[in-house]
């Protein structure tokens, strides 16, 4: 088993850090080849150059995955027969629900047929736990698992940390409730919150505490993964730090404040440290 760190396309945006022209798409696929990621994760959304990056992607042999919004059924039906087109095709399908529902058989309903779909294209779907989706709600979200056996997550678990702005220290009750989360996980988006703010600099000594909450998360999750998972199979963790205008901190001048590229990096040394000093601490078989 190995662990793949694939950094986002969206989460590359405006670098680099400190003004200038923004990276081309072939400059930011390059950037994350040179930075030891081993694929891309791209938003299929007319926001962001996704056509261009899957065929860069592919020309250059790096894998890629896609993160999706459907709406309904026959939403995805059309953005999977594009996935579908493609060759070499993602190797995910990482998928925000855009319904918003008021009970969970609504919701059980939507993920019964996104899944369906999937598995009838032979594509690896994941639900992403995000705000402003139908997995807004973290005890929610945990009653849609339960109605739902064949559903596997991404965890993106800044969204609850921030959603559900978890008392400070985090307490017992809240921690079990992440583990059932990270039970059913089986990708990562990696970023760091705080009970405030959905992006913090992991740099910044002042916030340290909020990123060993997300590194225990994160080993956890890890740890997890590995129980249940088969030799030959990989975890994925996206790192997916946002631009400014959605989660970055600016200044008065509307600049970052820290180099978003260079925290990344740190973010993927983190998450890489986690997973080898699991592999020392697993006994041979």
């Known amino acids: 088993m190995n662990l793949r760190v694939f950094q986002s396309l969206w989460g590359m945006g405006a670098l680099p850090f400190g003004g200038g022209p923004e990276w081309s798409v072939a400059e930011k696929l390059a950037a994350l080849v040179d930075g030891g990621f ?63 529902v008021f009970t969970v058989e609504e919701g059980a309903a939507y993920l019964r047929e996104w899944l369906r779909i999937a598995d009838a ?50 307490s017992d009750e809240n921690h079990q409730l992440i583990r059932r989360i990270l039970e059913r996980t089986q990708m990562f988006h990696g970023r760091v919150a705080s009970r405030e703010q959905v992006q913090v600099s992991i740099g910044w000594d002042h916030h340290r505490p909020w990123l060993d909450l997300f590194l225990g998360w994160w080993e956890e999750g890890f740890r997890l993964w590995r129980e249940r998972s088969g030799p030959d199979d990989d975890l994925i963790f996206v790192t997916e730090l946002g631009p400014p205008n959605w989660y970055a901190i600016t200044g008065p001048d509307g600049n970052e404040l820290s180099d978003r590229w260079e925290e990344a990096l740190l973010l993927k040394r983190h998450v890489t440290g986690i997973w080898e000093r699991l592999e020392r601490s697993t006994p041979e078989v």
Not at 133 to 161: I, K
Request: hydrophobic share 45%.
């Open 121 to 170: 294209a032979g594509l690896r779907l994941l639900v992403e736990t995000h705000r402003d989706r139908m997995t807004t709600d973290l005890r929610f979200t945990l009653q849609l698992v339960e109605a739902v056996p064949e559903l596997w997550l991404t965890a993106d678990l800044s969204h609850y940390l921030v959603g559900q702005e978890f008392a400070w220290p985090v």
């Open 38 to 100: 081993h694929g891309i994760d791209i938003a299929w959304t007319p926001a962001v150059p996704a056509v261009e990056a899957v065929e860069r992607a592919q020309a250059a042999g790096v894998d890629f995955g896609v993160t999706c919004f459907p709406t309904s059924a026959g939403h995805f039906e059309e953005l999977v027969g594009t996935f579908g087109s493609l060759d070499p095709g993602p190797v995910y399908v990482n998928l925000q629900p855009v319904p918003k």
